[in-house]
């Protein structure tokens, strides 16, 4: 069966320009993507194209959970933990040639707390952070030709997470100070817009084509993140003496997974459906595991519709959780070996995320919708 090679174009570049893994909004995972800006973006670039664009996130976290229990005498107590996030990716991608490309991104976050906790546990305050987050750079490599493997392909990338974003973004906590006065400190792990290190990446994404409008879809990529700590205060030895150990923060990897199904509906609109898994590792891969973190992950169901005309597409996903796990870190371990009582600290999360991503291609080389459909387009 022949490939329709305008729709199977639409749908790769619609589909995938969006994907850009982020976490599923919970509190226990910062905001992330790959090197690549939107990380599952096909990225299938002639010699000479540009890609530029804009993903823009939101969500909204408040189920707190404790391993994979969820505690919601939290949300009818009113002492849950709020954030609301907004983040803006602003990426360019480049075809060195028609298989190697580079890309880098440039993150913005805005981000606001609400808690009792962080505020002498009487009154419900507000946090804030806003700005310039860690920008990536990155490269990647199509195994096969593009231009003969339209129905299928492989890209393998490498990348590097710069510590651009401040990592102590300070604002006021009241009655914490002396006598109950407010106090300046660093905000909450979770709205900082950085994490104090140097990071590097490895990606994977790929595409195969089933019939003549559906095809399956999948990457991740993996944050390697070698410093242990920042070295900036949590204060969090000051809500009890047994979480002295968690005085700084941890500098955490960070991991993300996506397979799905994409079918074409016509000449322009495609859709989606996926599941995605995400998180921060309780230890990290390389380096120490030490200082303040909260480990957690969620997988998600994501349904998406994209829009494409030309050089220009937009695409809209909106992922919902479906399990929620926060584990026991290194520190909740090493407090329930010190005082011999269990131990688990709890993280909020998302119900789900909205994903808003749009891009436009300015084309120096031959690109894939300019393959003639008689190019190897055939089935098995």
């Not at 290194?330 to 909020?348: F, K, M, S, W, Y």
Request: some cysteine.
């Amino acid at each position: 069966m022949k490939l329709n090679c305008s729709l199977f174009s639409a749908l790769l570049f619609g589909l995938f320009f969006q994907q850009t893994i982020n976490a599923q909004g919970c509190v226990a995972i910062r905001h992330f993507s790959c090197s690549m800006g939107n990380e599952l973006e096909s990225n299938l670039l002639g010699k000479g194209d540009f890609q530029v664009g804009m993903n823009y996130r939101y969500f909204k976290s408040f189920r707190h959970f404790k391993g994979t229990e969820e505690e919601p005498d939290r949300v009818s107590n009113n002492t849950e933990v709020i954030n609301y996030s907004h983040s803006w990716d602003f990426s360019l991608n480049y075809g060195l040639t028609d298989r190697l490309y580079a890309g880098i991104t440039i993150p913005t976050v805005l981000n606001e707390r609400s808690s009792l906790y962080e505020h002498g546990r009487e009154e419900r305050h507000k946090t804030f952070s806003r700005g310039l987050a860690d920008i990536r750079l990155g490269v990647g490599y199509w195994l096969f030709d593009p231009v003969d493997h339209v129905n299928g392909n492989l890209a393998l990338g490498l990348g590097l997470k710069l510590p651009t974003g401040n990592y102590n973004a300070t604002d006021v906590f009241y009655n914490v100070g002396p006598e109950g006065s407010p106090q300046v400190r660093p905000v909450d792990q979770s709205i900082q817009p950085g994490d104090g290190g140097f990071g590097f990446t490895a990606d994977f994404q790929f595409y195969q084509a089933i019939s003549t409008n559906l095809f399956v879809y999948g990457g991740g990529f993996y944050l390697f993140n070698p410093k242990e700590t920042n070295g900036i205060r949590t204060f969090r030895e000051t809500l009890s003496p047994i979480l002295e150990n968690e005085s700084v923060m941890s500098v955490p990897d960070q991991f993300a997974l996506r397979i799905g199904l994409g079918y074409s509906l016509s000449q322009n609109f495609s859709a989606s459906l996926g599941a995605r898994f995400e998180g921060v590792p309780v230890e990290d891969v390389l380096g120490g595991s030490g200082g303040f973190r909260r480990p957690g992950n969620v997988l998600s169901i994501d349904p998406g519709i994209s829009y494409m005309k030309n050089n220009f597409s937009i695409n809209l996903n909106v992922p919902v959780a479906v399990r929620r796990n926060r584990p026991q870190s290194v520190t909740d371990l090493e407090t329930q070996i010190a005082t011999g009582e269990p131990r688990n600290g709890d993280a909020a999360f998302a119900d789900y995320l909205i994903n808003l991503g749009i891009s436009y291609r300015i084309g120096g080389g031959k690109s894939i919708s300019e393959i003639e459909p008689e190019s190897n387009l055939q089935f098995d």
